[in-house]
C-alpha cells in the first residue's frame, strides 16, 4: 500500500484508510506522550509501548494507534520484529470519521477473541474517551470520561490524565478552553 494509506486485514477482507488527520494523530502523539512515564525503564516502568504496530493473529492484520505489553508478559522487546503475533495487554483505537465503523466492530471483535485486557476508544472529536475490560468473553464498557475531565483509567491509575491535553488545549487550572 503507499505510505499515505493503512492497510489492514479482518476476516479475509482488506480495509485501506488513509492516514491519520492532524486532529487523530495529535491526541495520539500527545497520549502517547503522557503515558511514557510507564514505557519500560521509567519512573513508574513496567510497559513495552507502541505506535502504530502491527498485528498478525492468524490470517488478521490489524494496527491499533498505540498498544502496550506488561513487561511480565513480554520480558524481551523482539526490537527486529516486523511485526507482532502476541497480543498486547492494552490498545488503544483514537476514533475517527472513517476508521470508527471498524475500529469499533470487526477490529474490537479480533481484540477481544485475542483476550486483550484492556481497550481504550478515544475520540477526539466527540473528545471521549471509553474504558473497556476484557470480562473473560467480551470487552465490558467500564467508564467513559468527557471533555476536559482528569481521569485515572485502567490499566494506567496511577497517571491522572488531563483530558483537555489530548484535545490540543491546556490543561485544566490554565484557562478554560485556551489552546496550545
Not at 38 to 59: A, I, Q
Not at 63 to 87: K, N, S
Request: hydrophobic share 40%; with cysteine.
Amino acid at each position: 500500500m503507499p505510505d499515505h494509506q493503512v492497510a489492514e486485514i479482518i476476516d479475509g477482507v482488506l480495509y485501506v484508510s488513509p492516514r491519520p488527520a492532524y486532529r487523530h494523530a495529535r491526541a495520539a502523539f500527545t497520549l502517547g506522550g503522557e503515558l511514557y512515564p510507564f514505557h519500560h525503564g521509567k519512573t513508574r516502568g513496567g510497559w513495552w509501548l507502541l505506535s502504530e504496530p502491527e498485528f498478525h493473529f492468524g490470517d488478521d492484520v490489524v494496527v491499533p494507534d498505540l498498544a502496550g505489553w506488561r513487561v511480565e508478559r513480554m520480558p524481551i522487546f523482539p526490537i527486529d520484529a516486523e511485526f507482532g503475533t502476541l497480543a498486547p495487554d492494552w490498545v488503544c483505537e483514537v476514533l475517527s470519521p472513517s476508521t470508527k465503523r471498524l475500529d469499533r466492530t470487526k477490529k474490537r471483535r479480533v481484540y477481544v477473541r485475542e483476550r486483550v485486557k484492556h481497550g481504550w476508544f478515544l475520540d477526539p472529536i466527540a473528545r471521549t474517551l471509553e474504558v473497556y475490560e476484557h470480562d473473560g468473553t467480551d470487552w465490558t464498557l467500564h467508564t467513559t470520561h468527557h471533555d476536559r475531565e482528569r481521569v485515572r483509567a485502567a490499566p494506567f491509575e496511577a497517571l491522572a490524565l488531563d483530558l483537555a491535553l489530548l484535545w490540543g488545549e491546556l490543561p485544566n487550572g490554565y484557562g478554560a478552553g485556551d489552546s496550545l
